[in-house]
T-cell receptor, first 113, second 109 residues
Framework: KAGVTQTPRYLIKTRGQQVTLSCSPI?????VSWYQQTPGQGLQFLFE???????NKGNFPGRFSGRQFSNSRSEMNVSTLELGDSALYLC????????????FGPGTRLTVL | KNEVEQSPQNLTAQEGEFITINCSYS?????LHWLQQHPGGGIVSLFM???GKKKHGRLIATINIQEKHSSLHITASHPRDSAVYIC???????????FGSGTKLNVKP
């Protein structure tokens, strides 16, 4: 089975722009969650999707949004980028919403200049 | 206040040593995860615990629900165990994840 894939792997944007990151889960997995990792704040939970519905959300501003498609692929969008949005963005997939260890993707490293 | 506290933050060990990393949390949880992150960013989920103890190879994870505490043990440590180990809990009430700040382990040959 192929693992979780994330595209792009690296991205450079400027302040004020918007960005869309993509995550393809392991085949058969229906839950996708997103995380932000920065040196200062560590890992933080962004949101979680299951069957195309957002089930949980972390404490991030509305500039951060996401969606999940019928094939379980997920995208997250960040609008009006700020310097502090520079981070490694990780997604993880699991078969069910709870009760299973997630499989993480390699991450997308976003740099905002 | 952090919902999840890990200790130690940094740990240096000699190859072959027994290692313990601790995690304490303050919220009611439905599950606790131990994650391993190697340089370059890749994260691997090592264990998911809701009670008791789990073992996988040289790794052992335990959890005490009453004391809100979990430990990750590595027996016969090896340089390839060098990584950051992160404790994560899923908060029962709102089903959200909270993460510890991580323990950076360096095992010297």
């Amino acid at each position: 089975k192929a693992g979780v894939t994330q595209t792009p792997r690296y991205l450079i944007k400027t302040r004020g722009q918007q960005v869309t990151l993509s995550c393809s889960p392991i085949s058969g997995h229906r839950s996708v969650s997103w995380y932000q990792q920065t040196p200062g704040q560590g890992l933080q939970f962004l949101f979680e999707y299951f069957s195309e519905t957002q089930r949980n959300k972390g404490n991030f501003p509305g500039r951060f949004s996401g969606r999940q498609f019928s094939n379980s692929r997920s995208e997250m969008n960040v609008s009006t980028l700020e310097l502090g949005d520079s981070a490694l963005y990780l997604c993880a997939s699991s078969f069910r919403l709870t009760g299973k260890s997630p499989f993480f993707g390699p991450g997308t490293r976003l740099t905002v200049l | 206040k952090n919902e999840v506290e890990q200790s130690p933050q940094n740990l240096t060990a000699q190859e072959g040593e027994f290692i313990t990393i601790n995690c304490s949390y303050s919220v009611g949880i439905s599950a606790l995860h131990w994650l391993q992150q190697h340089p370059g960013g890749g994260i691997v989920s090592l264990f998911m615990l809701s009670s008791g103890k789990k073992k996988h190879g040289r790794l052992i994870a335990t959890i005490n629900i009453q004391e809100k505490h979990s430990s990750l043990h590595i027996t016969a440590s090896h340089p390839r165990d060098s990584a950051v180990y992160i404790c994560a809990v899923r908060w029962r009430n709102f089903n959200k994840f909270y993460f510890g700040s991580g323990t950076k382990l360096n095992v010297k040959p």
